[in-house]
């Protein structure tokens, strides 16, 4: 069965600096991985998605992912964030064997400081 | 830009009622998704949709939910009786296919069971 594990509740960084929110997976095929926001009394919001080819994907808001299949992770990064970064972050994924269902982790606040 | 979308944004009613969640899913769409989130927590999993049948259901999603897709266009969401574990914010999801594309979200609906 598919898992996501987001190993940090809460990560606190300054304005300008770059933020890391890490996200590991496990899946028994080929993994679809994804990254959603949510602001405050919202819905998820899309931010970017690993299928294949290169490791590095870019996306919304300056935001890009890293996945690295050997330590199955797909960390979230930004080279300089925002106090509007402000969110709570989940990570996402599919398994290309059993598919359809998106497991998510549990997610991970950011928090951005002036 | 085509969005999901989900009524009524907040839905209060006694516990042992009945309560019907809507969702208008992104017209081409072929699979269709229900989640719950607890006081901003997980992200949990209750069923999938496909082809007019459920695909895939957790644990959660037991005797007392239902799904349908009466008219081609709203997905729902019934909750037969209603518990005061059931208060929670419903999302409604739907993506173009069941491997690698994102799933996009509703708003939700904040149901409170008192």
């Known amino acids: 069965a598919q898992s996501v594990a987001q190993p940090e509740d809460q990560v606190n960084v300054a304005e300008g600096n770059p933020l890391t929110v890490k996200c590991t997976y496990s899946?028994?095929?080929?993994?679809?991985l994804f990254w959603y926001v949510q602001y405050p009394n919202r819905g998820l919001q899309f931010l970017l998605k690993y299928i294949t080819g290169d490791n590095l994907v870019k996306g919304s808001y300056g935001f890009e992912a890293e996945f690295n299949k050997s330590q199955t992770s797909f960390h979230l990064k930004k080279p300089s964030a925002l106090v509007s970064d402000s969110a709570l972050y989940f990570c996402a994924v599919r398994d290309s064997v059993y598919g359809q269902n998106f497991v998510f982790g549990p997610g991970t606040r950011l928090s951005v400081l002036p | 830009e085509p969005e999901v979308t989900q009524t009524p944004s907040h839905q209060v009613t006694q516990m042992g009622q009945e309560v019907i969640l809507r969702c208008v899913p992104i017209s081409n769409h072929l699979y269709f998704y229900w989640y719950r989130q607890i006081l901003g927590q997980k992200v949990e999993f209750l069923v999938s949709?496909?082809?007019?049948?459920?695909?895939?259901k957790s644990e959660i999603f037991d005797d007392q939910f239902s799904v349908e897709r009466p008219d081609g266009s709203n997905f729902t969401l019934k909750i037969r009786s209603t518990k005061l574990e059931d208060s929670a914010m419903y999302f409604c999801?739907?993506?173009?296919?069941?491997?690698?594309?994102?799933?996009?979200f509703g708003q939700g609906t904040r149901l409170t069971v008192v």
């Open positions: 949709f496909y082809n007019n049948e459920i695909s895939e």
């Open positions: 999801a739907s993506s173009a296919d069941g491997t690698n594309t994102e799933a996009f």
């Open positions: 899946v028994s095929g080929n993994p679809y």
